[in-house]
């Protein structure tokens, strides 16, 4: 069992298969959805996200959605654990089918930490527990295209991807989105981004804003940035002014 949050959250996770790291806290931390919005995370898996933004976020509904069996059950037990049951559910569901197949409303927000990589040449094969999370079946465009069916007129989108990939998330979601905010994730403040977490509105038309990059690590001394270490522990959020 580890613990999220400064132990807030216990989650339970596969042995062997995607266990969830900075990446999720990261976005579990950017979600800024209004008091009484409903949210969906598409591929929540055991429910690391759900989980930490329920927890920093009282006056919100929580959906995820997750194809893979074990981390499905997995995400289940976690919110029996945590007792977020009123208020986080999840269900079986894939985003390579029409966000029609959900039989849910358009959501006021939508979160997701989609695979790094759709093309298998690009990296050494994953362990096979891990070929899911790593390997996004019909690409970026198949999670772009679920998530801007998944989130009404206004609502926002909220993402973390690879900083390689900026320009293809954008060109994807450009047609139908807009309102782009954009905030770097460096490794060390002297190395480039190697993650940047995006957010953009349904119809959005306000300029692209590229908001100050938070910096992870520092060279020497402490693991985490006072930064960087107030937001795994729940202290502090990651918001988008």
């Not at 959250?9 to 950017?30: E, F, I, K, T």
């Not at 979600?31 to 429910?47: K, M, N, S, W």
């Not at 940047?196 to 520092?218: D, E, F, T, Y």
Request: net charge positive; glycine share 10%; proline share 7%.
């Amino acid at each position: 069992m580890d613990a999220l949050l400064g132990g807030r959250v216990r989650l339970r996770q596969s042995v062997r298969g995607y266990r969830a790291g900075m990446d999720a806290a990261l976005l579990a931390a950017a979600c800024d959805a209004p008091e009484g919005a409903r949210v969906l995370e598409a591929g929540c898996g055991p429910g690391a996200v759900l989980l930490c933004a329920a927890l920093r976020r009282p006056g919100l509904d929580f959906t995820g959605l997750e194809r893979d069996p074990e981390a499905l059950a997995l995400a289940v037990e976690n919110i029996r654990t945590n007792d977020l049951g009123s208020r986080v559910r999840v269900m079986a569901g894939d985003v390579c089918l029409p966000f029609s197949a959900t039989g849910l409303s358009p959501f006021d927000a939508v979160l997701a930490n989609p695979p790094y990589f759709d093309n298998p040449k690009t990296l050494r094969a994953p362990a096979p527990e891990k070929q899911q999370a790593w390997m996004a079946e019909g690409g970026l465009a198949a999670w772009t295209g679920f998530l801007l069916k998944a989130v009404r007129q206004g609502g926002s989108l909220t993402l973390i991807h690879r900083a390689d990939r900026l320009a293809d998330l954008l060109a994807l979601l450009g047609e139908k989105a807009g309102s782009f905010q954009i905030r770097p994730i460096h490794p060390h403040a002297d190395a480039p981004a190697s993650r940047v977490l995006i957010r953009a509105l349904k119809s959005g038309k306000a300029p692209l804003r590229l908001l100050p990059a938070l910096v992870l690590h520092p060279r020497e001394g402490s693991k985490h940035t006072p930064q960087a270490e107030a937001i795994l522990r729940g202290e502090a959020g990651l918001g988008w002014s």
